[in-house]
C-alpha cells in the first residue's frame, strides 16, 4: 500500500455541553438533532477509532494504518503500547461549560493503578463568543482547602479564570485542573486517553471523582501566579507563555533555537507555541500561490484552522498526488511522503502536529 495524506470521518460525541457550532463554522453535516461537543478528528482509541475517508484506503482504520505502516507512516516515533497511534485531535464545541476536571499524569497513574491513563493536552481557540476557561489552582490554595471547596460545591473560587479570544493557545500539562466554558470552540491535541477526573460538574447530577481527582492535581508551590502558570514539566517546552499567549507573541526565528531541527519550513510562516516529549505544536500560515512546505521524514498532522478556498496538500508520490483540505479539516502526513506542501489559491493557516523522534511511548 502506497502512503499518502489521509483524511478521516470524524466521530462526533454528543455531550450535555456540546452545541451544533461545528456546523455554523466549518459545514459540518453533524448528527440531526444531537448537541455535539466533541468531534474527534484522528483517534485510536477502544471508544472510537478513526477511518480513511480518501483514496484506495478509504475504510481502514487508524489502528491498521499504524500496524501496516510502521515507520513509513511514523517515522523515528514509536506507537503506544498495544500498537495504536500515539496523538489523538479533537474539536471541541463548549455550547456550555464543561465540567471542571484534571487528568492523571504518570505519578497518578501509579498510585490510581488500572484504568489510569497519562493524559496531557492543549487549546488553540478557533473561536470564543465571550468565553472563558479555568486552568490552574491559585498560588497558595492548599489540598485541604480545595478539598472542603469541593464539598461545598464554592471551588471555583480556587481556580484561576482566563477570558479567552480566538487565536490564543492554552498548555494544560497532566494535572492540571480546567474547565472549558460556555462559547468556546477549540481544537484540542492530546495523547491519546479518553480519561477523565470530574472535580465538580457544576450541580448536573453526572459522577464526579473528588478522591482520584485529589492524587492527580498538582498545587502551586509559589506565591507567583505568573510563574505558576508559565511553569511546564521538566523537558516541556511552552514557547508561547503567560497565561494568556496571543499571535503574535514571539517572532518564529525567536523559537528556532528551540524548536525540533528542520522546522522552518520554506513557504511557510509561523511559530512553535510548544514542545513537549509528546508532540510539537506549530501555527503555520502560507500566502496564495506560495507553496508551503510540510515536515519530510516525520509523522505529521495539519489541523486546518482557515482557508477562504480549499487548499491541496501534494506529494511527490504516486498515490493521492492531491488532497483537499478545507478548513476544519485534519490530514495525516505519514512521514515517508516526498515533498509534502500546501498550496493554496487564498492565505490559509493551520497547526502543525508532529510526533517526537525515537520516543518511546506509554
Avoid at 511527490?316 to 483537499?324: D, Q
Wanted: glycine share 10%; charged share 25%; net charge negative.
Amino acid at each position: 500500500m502506497e502512503p499518502y495524506p489521509y483524511k478521516f470521518v470524524p466521530i462526533y460525541k454528543e455531550k450535555i455541553w456540546g452545541g451544533r457550532n461545528l456546523q455554523r463554522l466549518f459545514g459540518r453535516d453533524l448528527p440531526p438533532g444531537e448537541s455535539i461537543g466533541e468531534s474527534w478528528e484522528l483517534a485510536d482509541l477502544v471508544e472510537g477509532v478513526s477511518r480513511v475517508a480518501n483514496g484506495p484506503a478509504a475504510g481502514a482504520t487508524l489502528t491498521d494504518l499504524t500496524s501496516r505502516l510502521g515507520p513509513r507512516l511514523l517515522g523515528g516515533s514509536r506507537p503506544m503500547p498495544d500498537g495504536r497511534f500515539p496523538l489523538l485531535l479533537k474539536l471541541l464545541d463548549a455550547n456550555d461549560i464543561l465540567s471542571l476536571q484534571v487528568h492523571p499524569d504518570a505519578d497518578a497513574v501509579k498510585a490510581i493503578g488500572p484504568g489510569a491513563a497519562l493524559k496531557t493536552e492543549c487549546w488553540y481557540v478557533i473561536e470564543s463568543r465571550g468565553g472563558m476557561i479555568y486552568k490552574g489552582v491559585l498560588p497558595g490554595v492548599t489540598a485541604e482547602q480545595f478539598r472542603k471547596a469541593v464539598q461545598s460545591d464554592t471551588v471555583e473560587r480556587f481556580v484561576n479564570a482566563c477570558k479567552v479570544e480566538a487565536g490564543d493557545f492554552h498548555y494544560l500539562p497532566a494535572a492540571t485542573v480546567h474547565a472549558l466554558g460556555a462559547g468556546v470552540v477549540v481544537a484540542e491535541v492530546q495523547t491519546p486517553s479518553d480519561i477523565t477526573y470530574r472535580v465538580t460538574d457544576w450541580g448536573r447530577g453526572r459522577e464526579i471523582h473528588v478522591e482520584r481527582s485529589m492524587r492527580c492535581i498538582h498545587f502551586a508551590e509559589t506565591d507567583d501566579f505568573t510563574e505558576a502558570a508559565d511553569a511546564a514539566p521538566d523537558g516541556d517546552t511552552l514557547l508561547a507563555k503567560g497565561v494568556r499567549p496571543l499571535f503574535p507573541r514571539i517572532n518564529f526565528s525567536e523559537a528556532d533555537d528551540m524548536a525540533p531541527d528542520g522546522d522552518t519550513l520554506p513557504g511557510a510562516d509561523g511559530e512553535t507555541l510548544l514542545v513537549t516529549e509528546f508532540f510539537t505544536v506549530a501555527r503555520r500560515e502560507a500566502s496564495a500561490g506560495k507553496p508551503a512546505s510540510l515536515p519530510a521524514g516525520r509523522c505529521a498532522a495539519v489541523m486546518m484552522l482557515d482557508a477562504k478556498t480549499p487548499a491541496e496538500v501534494r506529494h511527490a508520490g504516486p498515490a493521492e498526488p492531491a488532497t483537499k483540505v478545507r478548513a476544519g479539516d485534519t490530514v495525516l502526513i505519514p512521514a515517508c511522503l516526498k515533498k509534502p506542501e500546501i498550496v493554496t489559491d487564498s492565505a490559509c493557516a493551520w497547526l502543525e502536529v508532529t510526533l517526537p523522534e525515537g520516543k518511546d511511548r506509554g
